[in-house]
């Protein structure tokens, strides 16, 4: 073990100390007065720091960008990417409100009856769109539902962030962190749902008695809510015909990617044609109903085209049902609380001629954008809400994770896997599992530690049946472990939070911890038992 090797491991861990509380440098220099390190800019200043240092060298990061044993991080993007794209625009269409006016009409003025229904319906959505979208508009959803019954909001949000992320270890696209684990473990896409489905379901019900137990006083969730009439789930619907193309096509491209994994095909060369297909939908289809809303309100000058107003039409950014105003309310997005890495170094401007020319620019841009988020207003306002900031901290993770191998790091560590379990499958299932929990914390959000555990579990060479009972533990391991005691344990609760603030509800962190405890506790033990119970039927005859 040689200097570089120690001075890797400690820049590895100085950068997640930076994504787990990001901080600002006073520089003292008037044109960058401050440097942001944070979830986006330390690990990249990491990896820079060691190519600088002779730490690492070209093909590391080619490897960490390429992919190895297995793990191709640009598949895992172009995935995540193309779903996202369909369900954020599916979600544009008001279908996610509108099923959540439903079940609040179902609930009626029942406390803990409407608290069950957001509960089942939460889980129901994660399972097909994936925790990010589900907890982007149900969150906003639920702050304007307790603000309008009167009621305490965090048990109700609490509940969604735990179900909505407990219910993406379902498919293995529900969360980045399960395509990981399918292409790192050589898990048939299929398959990764048969083995989660159990664990799901244990993990769902024994988190919503937790919750019930913690929340039982009538100051979290009252037995009778101040309901007002009730709202028609169809007023919150913007594009029917959108809604329907948007739910057929994301729910063939789900079909097709499950079938397709039988054949060794790269699902991302499913995904992304079935994105190009709605793209052009959503283009074609809002192009026709801009004409025609032209042809017919040309004369009363009802579409306005200015560059300093925003385009008010079905699909504006400010909503009725989430926001509680039809005309304000901005949507948080993953590139709001992760800042670009432009955004790392805080300059002053200076008043000069490139600054006229730039404002005079700029201005021409705003209002090229405002004439075509009018014509296409389901790409425009989808176009912000893609995680894009995910893309330069994944690709950083995996070159960090990959430097971490070069130097002899994941080989010892996976010595100490060994050693530790003695290859035996049970005690694999509970130190891989409890692992997964404990590092979302601290290995930067729970897509770190799965590339981390992934990378450990392949190198200690375990027999066949115990590395498969890790990939199932770390993919249970990986999604409730979002429900944690940090907000950086995943990239969603930093969306949670980042929502809450801007409706004006703030969760401190130790709030956030107190009320996770009890529901990532049963979870962590209920779905680590069902899956060596699993692991028990499937593999018995093996000896093991």
């Known amino acids: 073990m040689d200097g570089s090797a120690i001075a890797t491991l400690v820049i590895f861990i100085l950068s997640i100390g930076f994504v787990i509380r990001p901080v600002s440098i006073s520089t003292h220099v008037r044109s960058i007065p401050y440097v942001h390190l944070n979830l986006t800019t330390a690990p990249i200043l990491a990896i820079a720091i060691l190519w600088a240092s002779r730490c690492i060298d070209a093909d590391v990061i080619k490897n960490g960008i390429v992919g ?15 779903l996202a794209y369909m369900a954020i625009t599916l979600d544009a269409t008001g279908i996610l409100e509108a099923a959540a006016f439903w079940v609040s009409n179902k609930g009626g003025s029942n406390g803990w009856k409407s608290y069950f229904y957001f509960y089942v319906m939460l889980t129901l959505l994660s399972i097909l769109l994936g925790n990010d979208q589900v907890i982007l508009s149900g969150t906003a959803f639920l702050a304007y539902y307790t603000t309008a019954t009167g009621v305490a909001p965090v048990p109700w949000l609490m509940s969604e962030f735990a179900a909505a992320n407990a219910a993406s270890m379902v498919l293995f696209v529900g969360n980045p962190t399960n395509v990981v684990i399918c292409e790192g473990f050589s898990v048939n896409n299929a398959a990764f749902t048969a083995y989660t489905i159990l664990p799901f379901i244990a993990c769902n019900i024994v988190c919503f008695g937790a919750l019930a137990v913690q929340y039982r006083s009538d100051r979290h969730v009252p037995r009778k809510l101040d309901k007002k009439a009730d709202v028609n789930p169809r007023s919150a619907l913007r594009n029917v015909t959108g809604a329907w193309v948007g739910s057929i096509i994301l729910g063939s491209a789900l079909i097709v990617c499950l079938v397709v994994s039988f054949f060794g095909i790269d699902v991302w060369e499913i995904s992304l044609p079935f994105a190009v297909a709605k793209f052009i939908f959503d ?58 890495t432009q955004g790392a170094l805080q300059t002053t401007p200076k008043s000069s001629a490139p600054q006229v020319f730039t404002t005079h620019v700029g201005s021409l841009l705003s209002t090229l954008h405002t004439r075509l988020h009018l014509r296409f207003p389901t790409f425009f306002t989808a176009l912000p809400q893609l995680p894009f900031a995910l ?51 601290i290995a930067g959000t729970n897509i770190g530690a799965t590339i981390l555990l992934t990378k450990i579990v392949n190198a200690a060479a375990l027999p066949s049946h115990s590395a498969r009972a890790a990939a199932i533990a770390l993919a249970v391991a990986s999604n409730i472990g979002a429900v944690n005691f940090t907000f950086s344990a995943s990239l969603a609760g930093l969306l949670w939070k980042s929502i809450l603030a801007q409706k004006k509800i703030f969760v401190k962190q130790r709030e956030f911890a107190h009320w996770n405890f009890l529901p990532l506790l049963v979870m962590t033990v209920t779905g680590l038992a069902v899956v060596c119970a699993e692991m028990a039927v499937l593999y018995r005859s093996s000896g093991a």
């Open 391 to 441: 893309v330069p901290f994944s690709f950083s993770q995996f070159i960090l994770i990959q430097a971490l191998a070069h130097q002899g790091w994941v080989n010892i560590f996976a010595d100490w896997l060994v050693k530790a379990t003695h290859k035996d499958m049970y005690a694999t299932i509970w130190l891989v599992g409890a692992l997964g929990v404990i590092l979302c914390n």
């Open 283 to 340: 283009i074609a289809w809002d192009y026709v109903k801009f004409t025609s809303r032209i042809a017919t309100d040309s004369a009363e000058g009802s579409i306005m085209e200015t560059p300093n107003h925003e385009p008010q039409n079905q699909h504006s950014v400010g909503r009725l049902s989430l926001s509680g105003s039809v005309s304000t309310g901005e949507r948080i997005t993953l590139d709001k609380i992760i800042p670009t």
């Open 68 to 82: 190895t044993g297995g793990v191709k991080p640009y598949n895992i993007l172009i995935l995540f990417f193309s």
